[in-house]
């Protein structure tokens, strides 16, 4: 038997928009610029059709990238 088998699925847990905008310190709507207008960050998902976020990777990533150009 595999032994990757065995082993659980990690997933990404979807951070909603208020949420993230508080770990970035920064509003909802500055967070809509910057997707919309900037293209500075990636286009949310959208759960079940009503709930919108960012996967924790994503957030991760754009905290890094943030970091990285300081």
Known sequence: MNNNSLKPQQFDRVIPMDEVATILNRSVKTLWRWHAKEKII?????????????????????????????
């Open 42 to 70: 990636p286009s949310p998902l959208m759960v079940n059709g009503r709930a919108i976020g960012y996967r924790s990777t994503t957030v991760e990533a754009i905290l890094n990238s943030f970091q990285g150009g300081k």
